[in-house]
């Protein structure tokens, strides 16, 4: 049964930085695309960076420069160091995960395995 399991956020002011992390349990796939996502009230759920198995990257515009992905594959951990916060990254953050590659092509509806997510407010 594999299970994710976001922390890490909370709430800071402009300028401010957040570490979220997810904890990744009984996933065994050599390949996978591997996510963080967010959602803000009254919009629709959207991509902020990837990873992949082979640990390529791809970041939302919104957040380059600004957000690092990364992953720890001892700890099965996927990370998410988010710097420089905005108000507009007021959001639930989610990871994903799911067994397939050529992430950045991906649609958000193909990921089958999530977390429950981690609340960032970011006040002005």
């Known amino acids: 049964q594999v299970q994710l399991v976001e922390s890490g956020g909370g709430s800071v002011q402009s300028g401010g930085s957040l570490r979220l992390s997810c904890a990744a349990s009984g996933y065994t796939y050599s390949t996978y695309c591997m996510g963080w996502f967010r959602q803000a009230p009254g919009k629709e759920r959207e991509g902020v960076a990837l990873i992949d198995s082979d640990g390529d990257t791809s970041y939302a515009d919104s957040v380059k420069g600004r957000f690092t992905i990364s992953q720890d594959n001892a700890k099965n951990t996927l990370y998410l160091q988010m710097n420089s916060l905005k108000p507009e990254d007021t959001a639930m953050y989610y990871c994903?995960?799911?067994?397939?590659?050529?992430?950045?092509?991906?649609?958000?509806?193909?990921?089958?395995?999530w977390g429950q997510g981690t609340q960032v407010t970011v006040s002005s």
């Open positions: 994903a995960a799911d067994h397939f590659g050529d992430c950045p092509r991906r649609e958000i509806s193909e990921y089958y395995y």
